[in-house]
């Protein structure tokens, strides 16, 4: 019945029926009942109705139950009163990605394009999946907000959510949209850009992009550097990412880049480049356990087989056998190496997003177990 009510908008009825059924000494409402009387009278002043029942569902024990913790928080939204709606999201410990997206949508109908980016970010940092429904209405209170204010932080927070979520298009419409507003992109733009890029694979428009930072007189930082020799190497690029590693003028960053290199360089059988890019991380630091075994893995998809030998010896030597900073997937019948705190794999965006991907599942898979649904 009032479920009814709710659906009917009779939050008046809906209210006298809960008060009638509190006056039962036999049934004690449960996360349906309130979340039903709270939806009917979600129009209602919060003062009179929203508040009283949510301070029941404190005393009720069910305060942490993220089922009615978005119920709530629509309630709240609905009257206005976005710290109360704050204060809820908080309390919640296992948030699921419905009350992710009554907050986001909810600070997007107050036209607080800020708050609601600030949430679209952290959602995307917890792994959730980010639907068209949620990215639309934070854009669009992004977009609002950009229009008023002319603030470039708010746009690029759009283009890390996007690139994140390896959502290059997007990311690529978001950046004319920028431009249409007449903002000067900066390096967080640029980054967010070419990263997005780098998670699709997107050769020439990340060789775009890079042209268009030129053009716009930012300079490229070491982040910068790193995803566009990443990219030229997932693509088998590599002279052109050999060429982007001697331009680059971070000396301190040179060596991941050339780690970097070297990996695609395994990937391609490329042996004399694999052989310079690993002359050049030793000359610096001759005891560097993943060069060691990346130059093994490539002299063994060359058939170097005796470089092989000599390699594993030096491994031995150097007791690096069983160095703890890597870690070994097996897939079908390859083998990949991932070393801890570097980015020397090709495939190491594409694992990085699996992750994600498997993190937002087991998240919902837990927060699911803790809240009906209707």
């Not at 009554?102 to 980010?130: N, P, T």
């Not at 428009?205 to 982040?223: D, L, Q, S, V, Y």
């Not at 000599?310 to 069983?322: A, G, P, W």
Request: net charge negative.
């Amino acid at each position: 019945m009032l479920a009814g009510l709710a659906e009917h908008g009779d939050g008046i009825r809906a209210m006298e029926l809960f008060v009638e059924l509190k006056g039962m000494p036999f049934l004690k409402p449960d996360e349906y009942t309130f979340a039903s009387v709270i939806s009917a009278t979600s129009a209602l002043l919060a003062s009179d109705y929203g508040k009283p029942l949510h301070g029941q569902i404190t005393k009720s024990g069910m305060g942490n139950s993220v089922f009615l913790g978005t119920t709530l928080v629509s309630m709240y939204f609905k009257n206005g009163d976005s710290e109360s709606a704050e204060a809820v999201f908080s309390m919640i410990l296992k948030k699921d990605v419905v009350l992710w997206t009554e907050m986001i949508m909810g600070y997007s109908r107050m036209a607080d394009g800020e708050s609601a980016i600030r949430l679209l970010v952290q959602m995307c940092q917890m792994g959730f999946k980010i639907d068209s429904f949620v990215l639309s209405g934070a854009l669009s209170a992004c977009a609002d907000l950009a229009m008023l204010k002319q603030d470039l932080k708010c746009w690029n927070a759009m283009l890390g959510a996007y690139s994140l979520h390896g959502m290059a298009k997007d990311a690529l419409k978001l950046f004319d949209e920028i431009l249409k507003q007449e903002l000067k992109p900066d390096q967080v733009t640029f980054l967010s850009l070419l990263s997005a890029c780098n998670h699709s694979g997107l050769v020439e428009r990340g060789k775009f992009i890079w042209a268009c930072m030129t053009e716009n007189g930012c300079t490229a930082g070491p982040k910068h550097f790193s995803c566009m020799v990443s990219l030229l190497c997932r693509a088998g690029l590599l002279d052109e990412a050999e060429e982007m590693i001697i331009k680059s003028p971070y000396s301190e960053e040179r060596l991941e880049l050339w780690r970097t290199l070297l990996s695609s360089c395994v990937t391609f059988r490329r042996l004399e480049k694999g052989v310079y890019a690993a002359g050049q991380i030793l000359m610096v630091d001759s005891s560097d356990s993943g060069t060691h075994i990346l130059l093994s893995n490539l002299y063994a998809a060359t058939e170097r087989w005796r470089d092989v030998a000599e390699m594993r010896r030096k491994i031995r030597d150097l007791t690096l056998e069983k160095d703890p900073g890597l870690s070994w997937i097996e897939d079908k019948n390859n083998i990949h190496v991932f070393a801890s705190g570097d980015q020397l794999h090709p495939q190491v965006y594409d694992a990085e997003t699996e992750l994600h991907r498997l993190r937002g599942n087991m998240t919902r898979s837990v927060t699911n177990d803790f809240h009906p649904s209707f």
